[in-house]
């Protein structure tokens, strides 16, 4: 199916400002019918504006978009988008907290009316997420709100796939895998493999680069608001991506980097906690200057746990301590992390606000110190520290909850899957940042769902159902190891 | 015109600063120039209590959605009664009742966030049900008697230096304070980042129910003062004397750029917001509009700020 003559989708010229700042300049892409085509970029490469003007959420300032051939008036916006049969699930989730699962499949497809409209949206979306995420466990009536964003992520995807009036001809998936643990992950990636065996589109952009490489049939690489590379995937591997992106540094480094730990115990224990549903009296164990990774299928009570060390911060409580200040670095950035009106400075101090005191009021110059000094080391990219935090990629708006939580005066740092849309070289400069912290004393506690980044851990626990069922040493740490406790007694499939 | 608009996006206290000196013009011209510097007083000397009552309800509305104190009017009634009866048209004893007004307000409050926090009761019906037991008191405690201040406070309170009242002098200066405060302190920060995302300012180690309580407390603490300085300006307290201030502290939060979303506040918005109600309607009675017209064209002139000032932008 590689370059397939007739195309779904031709871009031309597409080109976009957010005012001094060039998203994208003059940028042509095309996707094929029945071809997977992956997207990769560093954050702030351009991926997502692109994307945002092929769904019609953005409108370009210039170029030129022809879906099947048809060159589409200015106008061009969601719904005729949608009607064209273009469906896209964004990286920040698009579903309302307050309505249920079913409530948000209706308000995507205008034709569920009438009596028992919720009774054919539950069933919709019921047979969707049966047809991609089998096992999934999601009820239709339950409330958005009320579950793990690895659901909340699965429910919009399975909602994007669901057909009514008009048919499903382009899928966008924007990081779709970021939220959703490994198992969930495969199963959707395979899914997209039969829709495009069977004459579908999809156009897939993900940090994962093994997804990329694995199930595309092409790939574009964007660097700076522009196209930089756009051969077939096969023509690829790992280590030629990540130049192509122009990252030099190979995630082999990351294994060279693990560190050969010390007799643990012979520092002082920082955090225990036992999770509130356990059974036995397993606990999580942290000392000081320790890297604990927090590993298992999405929503299995690792943010609670975190959570809960989070709360008891400072304190000595019957099944938590935490000696001394915790701060959090948040996965969900919308509901957990950015405050939305501030500025990328302010994002960055409000942990720090009362050292930053001087005489009651908080030091200006004192904060913009602050603001500066994380912005060069873990080089936020923007052209003015004062702008508000949403005018910076997600990746970028990721970097400043980390600059917020490293900045402050915590010696516990909680990681709640941080690394969501995340591209590789920002990985890397976290990662080493975390081992650099770590070693001057900084204990941190690191939930992911990703097994790859486990290997920065020096200690892992496996959770399941609210409960630690595993706690490996980092010498003896395999993904089998994990996937193993993570399933065990067949509790999902 | 575009850079016009924006420069005011930036600034939405502006706007109200340049209805008020609309209205105000349009009021002079139709006098001819006559008694535009009394209007002006009167305007600066009315808008002092709306100011102070009224920055307490922006930091409250600031604590973002769903978050309003309604007990103000009560608050005012009470703490003038309670204090014009400490007082006793004594001077020696304004300072005490100066106290008894804001400890009377900080009742009110502390019982407001026991309601909204312990009981979990929405603000807007906590704050609303307990101004009707805050007035079953303020009845109770003064039996609808109007006490006069001591002549050295009500000197005080109508006192004007060059035309200005020493009050609203007072008052600009409170406000600067509490700019200060909002922008530069933990606490202001604090409100400011609850409004926005009270779930997000709690995991970056903000106190949330800390500065919710101060802010609920501070709200109805201001309505005692608003109370105390009411009676001594008025010639005496009175149980109805608050009863405007249920919707002008909201109008002027609103129209001064505060948003009802939380989050975004603003002080100087409050003054431009207050001047502008007072002239508007001293403005349509100069025009001698019937008390129906005057009604209908302030909730449209009202609206049609508010319309302008932008409300709520999307955040992106």
Redesign the interface.
């Known amino acids: 199916m590689l370059h397939a003559t007739e195309k779904i989708v031709s871009l031309s010229g597409m080109t976009k400002s957010f005012g001094a700042v060039r998203a994208l300049a003059k940028v042509d892409l095309t996707v094929g019918v029945g071809e997977c085509l992956g997207l990769v970029g560093h954050n702030g490469a351009g991926k997502s504006t692109l994307i945002n003007l092929l769904a019609g959420t953005l409108a370009p300032d210039g170029g030129e978009i022809r879906i099947s051939g048809q060159a589409q008036p200015a106008g061009y916006g969601v719904r005729r988008a949608s009607a064209l049969g273009i469906r896209c699930v964004f990286q920040e989730l698009s579903l309302c907290p307050n309505l249920s699962v079913a409530e948000n499949t209706r308000i995507y497809h205008k034709s569920l009316r009438g009596w028992g409209w919720r009774g054919s949206a539950a069933e919709l979306i019921r047979r969707g997420l049966d047809e991609i995420f089998p096992g999934h466990g999601i009820s239709p009536h339950a409330t958005v709100g009320d579950l793990p964003i690895g659901d909340r992520q699965m429910v919009e995807i399975a909602r994007a796939f669901t057909v009514t009036d008009s048919p499903t001809r382009l899928v966008i998936l924007d990081e779709p895998t970021s939220s959703l643990d490994a198992v969930a992950g495969k199963q959707l990636l395979t899914y997209v493999r039969k829709l495009v065996a069977e004459g579908g589109s999809c156009l897939l952009t993900s940090h994962l680069l093994g997804d990329i490489l694995d199930y595309c049939d092409r790939v574009v690489v964007m660097k700076d608001g522009g196209v930089v590379a756009d051969r077939p995937a096969v023509e690829f591997d790992r280590e030629s991506l990540v130049a192509a992106m122009g990252n030099v540094v190979s995630d082999a480094r990351i294994k060279a980097h693990a560190r050969v730990t010390a007799q643990r115990g012979a520092m002082p224990v920082v955090v225990k906690a036992v999770p509130k549903l356990q059974a036995d009296q397993a606990a999580l164990v942290a000392h000081k200057g320790e890297i604990i990774g927090l590993a298992g299928l999405a929503g299995h009570g690792q943010t609670r746990l975190l959570l809960q060390i989070f709360e008891a911060a400072g304190q000595t409580r019957a099944d938590t301590n935490a000696a001394g200040p915790v701060a959090l670095v948040a996965g969900d950035r919308q509901n957990d992390g950015v405050l939305h009106l501030w500025s990328i400075a302010r994002n960055i101090s409000v942990r720090s606000m009362r050292s930053l005191v001087n005489m009651g009021l908080i030091d200006g110059a004192a904060e913009a110190a602050l603001a500066s000094k994380w912005r060069e080391r873990i080089r936020i990219r923007t052209p003015d520290i004062d702008n508000n935090i949403l005018s910076l990629s997600g990746g970028n708006q990721q970097k400043v909850l980390f600059a917020r939580a490293l900045g402050s005066d915590a010696g516990i740092i909680l990681m709640d899957d941080p690394m969501r849309g995340v591209d590789v070289g920002t990985k890397l400069e976290v990662y080493e940042l975390i081992r650099a912290e770590a070693e001057a004393g900084r204990t941190f506690i690191w939930y992911t769902t990703e097994i790859e980044e486990l290997n920065n851990c020096d200690h892992v626990y496996v959770m399941r159902d609210g409960q630690i069922v595993a706690d490996i040493a980092r010498a003896e740490l395999t993904e089998e190891k994990v996937l193993q406790a993570s399933f065990r007694e067949g509790a999902q499939t | 015109m575009r850079a016009l608009a924006a420069r005011i996006g930036n600034k939405p206290w502006l706007l109200s600063f340049a209805g008020a000196l609309a209205v105000w013009l349009a009021t002079i011209l139709f006098t001819e120039g006559k008694g535009g510097g009394q209007i002006i007083t009167a305007a600066l000397a009315f808008s002092t209590f709306t100011v102070i009552v009224g920055i307490g309800q922006m930091f409250v509305i600031t604590t973002g959605p769903g978050n309003v104190d309604l007990s103000i009017p009560s608050t005012i009634a009470l703490a003038g009664g309670v204090a014009m009866k400490i007082m006793g048209g004594q001077d020696g004893l304004i300072w005490l009742g100066l106290l008894a007004c804001i400890g009377a307000g900080l009742a009110v409050g502390t019982f407001n966030y026991i309601l909204i926090r312990l009981l979990k009761i929405p603000p807007i019906i906590a704050t609303l049900s307990s101004s009707l037991i805050v007035m079953s008191v303020a009845i109770s405690y003064g039996r609808g008697l109007q006490i006069k201040p001591p002549p050295s406070f009500a000197d005080f309170t109508t006192a004007q230096v060059a035309g200005v009242p020493m009050l609203s002098l007072c008052a600009i200066l409170f406000a600067m304070i509490m700019a200060?405060i909002l922008e530069?302190?933990?606490y202001g920060?604090?409100t400011?980042?609850i409004g926005?995302?009270m779930?997000?300012?709690h995991?970056?180690?903000?106190k949330v129910e800390r500065t919710r309580c101060i802010t609920y407390l501070m709200s109805a603490a201001f309505a005692g003062l608003c109370g105390a300085l009411l009676a001594g300006f008025s010639g005496g307290n009175a149980l109805n004397m608050g009863e405007e201030y249920l919707l002008a502290t909201i109008a002027v939060v609103v129209i001064g750029g505060t948003?009802v979303a939380g989050?975004?506040a603003n002080v100087p918005g409050i003054w431009g917001a207050a001047l502008f109600l007072y002239l508007l309607v001293t403005m349509l009675n100069t025009y001698g509009a019937s008390a129906g017209v005057r009604l209908v064209l302030t909730g449209l002139i009202i609206i049609a700020m508010i319309t302008l000032a932008g409300g709520d932008k999307p955040?992106?």
């Open positions: 200060v530069r302190t933990v920060r604090a400011l980042a926005q995302n779930r997000a300012a995991l970056a180690g903000v948003s989050g975004r955040s992106r």
